[in-house]
Every structure is written in C-alpha cells, then in structure tokens.
C-alpha cells in the first residue's frame, strides 16, 4: 500500500516552486475578478501593476493587493529579481455564498446569494529576463 512513499515525497519537493499569494474570501462574484486578470495574466510583474493602478474597478484593487503581496513573497522569501518576473497565473475561483432571504408576496421569499471568491496569482522567473 505505501510503496515509493519516500521516492514520490522526493519528487514532489524537488520542483521549483513558484511565488505566489492568495487572498480569500473576497467580497465580489468570481465572473467581475476574472476579466481583470485577464488581462494582466502573461504581462511583466511591473507591467501588471501599472496596469491593475489605472483601472477604475473594485476588482483591480483587490487584484493589486495580492499582485504586490506575489512580488513582495517573491523578492524576500525567494530572493528573485523583480525585474524578472512574469504573471504565470492568475484566476479566481469561487467562495463560500452568503445566502440571505428578501421579503417577497404572500409570504415567500426570494434567495440572495452574495458571492464570494479567492484570488490566486502565481509569478515566475523569465529564463532570459
């Protein structure tokens, strides 16, 4: 049953990881965070946040904040070149929904689902930058 324990635990810890941050439980719809991150995903570290300054939305904010967190665990617990580092991923998944009741007709009610969502962005050294 537990064959090839120590060889797999080798194998796992032998990948380079990847800087990245996560934040959780954030107050928006996965569906408004992920057009963002569209279009920082595959741009310069440097260039995303140039990016992610500019935009109006509440989601960019939010997508800042763990972008800077990426970088900021990249240079001090990696000791990477910021200059050097590209977005590899960056997605949001969903989180748990708050689920409230509104007062409808006749006694029923309609379900509000306030959503919820967890921000991933995973940065990556350029081999040539």
Same mark, same amino acid.
């Given at each position: 049953?537990?064959?090839?324990?120590?060889?797999?635990?080798?194998k796992r810890n032998a990948k380079?990881?990847?800087?990245?941050? %996560?934040? &959780?439980?954030?107050?928006m719809s996965p569906s408004k965070i992920t057009y963002i991150l569209d279009l920082v995903r595959g741009k310069k570290a440097q260039d995303a946040v140039a990016i992610l300054e500019n935009m109006p939305d509440k989601g960019?904010?939010?997508?800042?904040? %763990?972008? &800077?967190s990426a970088i900021a665990n990249a240079e001090n617990n990696m000791g990477k070149n910021v200059d050097s580092l590209i977005v590899k991923e960056a997605y949001a998944t969903s989180g748990p929904m708050f689920k409230r009741m509104s007062a409808r007709a006749k006694g029923s009610g309609n379900v509000i689902l306030k959503k919820t969502s967890h921000i991933t962005i995973v940065l990556d050294e350029v081999v040539g930058g």
């Open positions: 049953m537990a064959t090839r324990i120590r060889q797999k635990a080798e380079e990881k990847k800087a990245f941050a %996560v934040a &959780k439980y954030v107050r960019a904010l939010e997508s800042l904040k %763990v972008l &800077k």
